[in-house]
C-alpha cells in the first residue's frame, strides 16, 4: 500500500508525457531548461516541479510500505530527496526558499536575475538576519545547528532568519552535513560565494518570461504567486510584454491570461 500526499486539487492536477528524469545530469539539464521549479508541486504556484520530472504525474506518491511494515520513499520521492541535496553541492542548480516557504530550483543562469529582484528584501534585512548572514561570511557554509551557536539564538529564530535570508538571495543551500545524532543537516552558505552575482537590466522582465514559458497560460497572479512578487507590478509588465509584442494576453470571463510566444 502507498502512502498518499495529494499535492495539488483535482482542478489544476496535471501529468506530463515526457520521459522522467533518471540522472542528476538530466535534471541538472532539465533545471536550466525551465530555468526556474519547485522541488515538490505547490498549491497555487503554476511553476514546474521536479517532482513532475521524475514522476510524470502531479500527483505525490511519498512511501511505500515495506514487507516489514516500515515506509520507505518510493524510487521517484527517493531520487527528488536525494537531488535537491546534490544539485546545489554540484553547483548544477541554485536551490532554497527563494521563491516562497517552499524549496524553489533556480538555473544558475537566473540566479543573478533573482538576485537583482531581491535588492529590497536585502535593504529590509534586521539584525539578526544580518548577525546570521555575518557568521555565515566568517565561519563559511554552516547548517542550523552551528548557527545557533555562534548568533547565540534559539531555532526558531534561526530558522526564521535563514528563510528571510534565503528570500533575499544572500544564503542559499550548499549540501548535506553528516550529525552526530539524528538525520543529516543542510549547510547554507553566502550566495555570492557559491554563484554568479551581479545587477542586471531587465531582471523582473526575464523572470516574468521564463514563468511564462515554463507554465503555459496564466494570470498576473499566478506570475506573482510564482516569483512571490507584488500582484500590481506584474500585471502592468505583463501587458507591457503584450505591448510589445513578447507575449499574447486574452480575457477570459473577465480575466486577464497571458501567455508566451
Sequence with gaps: MKARSRAASSSTSRSTTRTPLRRIDAAARWVD?????ALLPVSDVVLPSL???VAGTREVDWAVRRDDGKLEFTPEMSRCWTWKD????????CVGKHLGR???LVAPRLVPALWTVSEERR????SLEREVASAVGEAGPSTGPQLRALVG???KAVDKAVVSLQRALVVTNTALVEQQQGWDAIAVDLVERRWRVEA?????RELVLCVLGSSGEVSAADVAGALGRRLKPMRELLDRLCDEGAAAGRRLNGLALYRSI
Design 33 to 37: 531548461g525551465v530555468g526556474l521549479a
Design 51 to 53: 517532482w513532475e520530472a
Design 153 to 155: 539564538a534559539d531555532k
Design 123 to 126: 535593504a529590509a534585512l534586521g
Design 200 to 204: 542586471v537590466p531587465d531582471a523582473e
Design 86 to 93: 546534490e544539485l546545489p553541492a554540484r553547483r548544477l542548480a
Design 102 to 104: 517552499w524549496q524553489a
